[in-house]
Nanobody, 127 residues
Framework: QVQLVESGGGLVQPGGSLTLSCSASPFTFGYSAVAWFRQAPGKERELISCIGRGDGTKYYTDSVKDRFTISRDNANNTVFLQMNSLRGEDTGVYYC????????????????????WGQGTQVTVSS
């Protein structure tokens, strides 16, 4: 069974930084789309960022553009979300999701398009 595991969450002050990691076993991120979703308290799950195959396949929701960076290390089957200039509104449980792309190159924006999910990691931004 494919298992995704998120790590790196925690409590940070506003303006601080965190890097989230998503590791897969067994899985090959190099042939997949991988996404980070966030579920804030009392809110529905929303797409934060995703990455497909090749250059120019990254997506960021408007609220995190220029602050967050998604990347992957295919050799270690790990996807990262570098989060800078964190705000209180960034608080929530962050979930990693993935799906094999086949011949496609772009990632997807709908949660229903992803097959595999992690358990989530809590990020709390507070002073």
């Amino acid at each position: 069974q494919v298992q995704l595991v998120e790590s790196g969450g925690g409590l940070v002050q506003p303006g601080g930084s965190l890097t989230l990691s998503c590791s897969a076993s067994p899985f090959t991120f190099g042939y997949s789309a991988v996404a980070w979703f966030r579920q804030a308290p009392g809110k529905e799950r929303e797409l934060i960022s995703c990455i497909g195959r090749g250059d120019g396949t990254k997506y960021y929701t408007d609220s995190v553009k220029d602050r967050f960076t998604i990347s992957r290390d295919n050799a270690n089957n790990t996807v990262f979300l570098q989060m800078n200039s964190l705000r209180g509104e960034d608080t929530g449980v962050y979930y990693c999701a993935a799906v094999y792309l086949g011949s496609a190159r772009r990632c997807f924006k709908r949660a229903d398009d992803y097959t595999y999910w992690g358990q989530g990691t809590q990020v709390t931004v507070s002073s």
